[in-house]
């Protein structure tokens, strides 16, 4: 289970690594559509990432047989209306080009009731969103009418079964501890468009090198994905998105989060002391106000703790929240918390 706009330099440079082929669009002119932000919307405190152009391919006739890690399966090549099976499907689906179908699951929890404010919403307009984790809703997904799916939530083996009775389906179990980016790289190969996994790595090493020289002296700072629930401090890499963006950047990761492979470490709030070293942490929250609201209420909480106000981050006031849907892993996810990383270490 899950534990669960535009710079010029980066964009010039890279826009035609995603041009498209066709003008397909599987969007219903009778959806309810979702506002598209502009260049300069903020996203929590942070800018939004900046999207090329991301107009699917156009939909054709035909099929494949492709392997998943669940089995042969018989895929449409280039579907007219796929559907991701959780969000972070939904924004893979988008940057390799698939038409969407009219209607895409979204958290139905932690305050989502749209899709994550970082994500490229010029692509989900006219797209209506409905709550689909942790309650599943199949009659949702069958009335969305999508003739490819992209399923990530593959430990599940229910689903692994019930939705290739709604439409052709590639299922990977995207939440087995490897690295999101891994998951993303093989699903662009088996789908047979490893160019649009390899345009988004060609733009997320373009910002990744811009950020880099906006921070004065990266390695000499320590950083940390850190979260507190049922009186425990948690540090890890789970999935990878945090420490891979912290590791490009060559900052420091706190040693802890890196232990067990990068399960991370755990501490009682008698061992406060030990997170001594971070410079700066970086912590999870539910969406909107609602999750701000939310992390106020933790940080209250951590603050009767002895020890807890004379950390250096704390002092600092670098204990810094972000979407929890860019943990997850997908493509605009990892862009946005490069964005979230220089808006909190940038000189």
């Not at 405190?45 to 890690?69: K, R, S």
């Not at 179990?173 to 390899?198: C, M, P, V």
Request: proline share 8%.
């Amino acid at each position: 289970m899950l534990v669960p706009p535009c710079r010029p330099s980066a964009f010039s440079l890279l826009a035609s690594a995603l041009m498209l082929v066709g003008m397909t669009s599987a969007h219903a002119s009778d959806a309810s559509a979702q506002p598209v932000p502009s260049s300069s919307t903020q996203c929590g405190n942070y800018p939004l990432p900046a999207f090329p152009d991301l107009t699917p391919i156009a939909a054709t006739p035909g099929t494949a047989q492709v392997a998943t890690p669940f089995g042969e399966a018989d895929l449409p090549t280039a579907p007219a209306a796929a559907l991701g099976m959780y969000t972070t499907d939904t924004d893979i689906l988008i940057w390799l080009g698939f038409p969407l179908a009219t209607q895409q699951p979204i958290r139905g929890i932690n305050g989502y009731e749209t899709f994550p404010c970082f994500f490229p919403h010029q692509s989900l307009t006219g797209i209506v969103p409905f709550g689909n984790f942790p309650e599943y809703n199949f009659e949702q997904i069958l009335n969305a009418e999508p003739d490819f799916i992209l399923n990530g939530l593959g430990y599940d083996v229910a689903v692994n079964e019930r939705l290739p009775q709604i439409a052709p389906t590639y299922s990977v179990n995207a939440f087995d501890g490897r690295s999101w980016q891994e998951h993303f790289k093989e699903t662009s190969i088996a789908l047979g468009r490893l160019d649009r996994y390899e345009a988004w790595l060609t733009i997320y090493k373009a910002r990744v090198a811009e950020v880099k020289q906006s921070i004065d002296n990266p390695g000499g700072l320590v950083v940390a994905p850190l979260s507190f629930w049922d009186n425990k401090f948690r540090t890890s890499c789970y999935a990878g998105v945090e420490c891979t963006v912290f590791r490009d950047l060559g900052l420091s990761i706190f040693a802890p989060a890196l232990n067990d492979s990068g399960n991370g470490t755990e501490f009682s709030t008698e061992e406060i002391g030990k997170l001594a070293d971070i410079d700066f942490a970086f912590t999870s929250a539910g969406a909107g106000q609602l999750g701000l609201a939310k992390f106020e209420e933790t940080k209250a909480e951590i603050a009767k703790y002895p020890l807890w106000d004379q950390l250096a981050f704390v002092e600092s006031e670098q204990f810094i929240p972000f979407d929890m849907e860019m943990v997850y892993g997908s493509p605009s996810g990892q862009l946005a918390f490069l964005e979230v990383v220089e808006a909190a270490l940038a000189k």
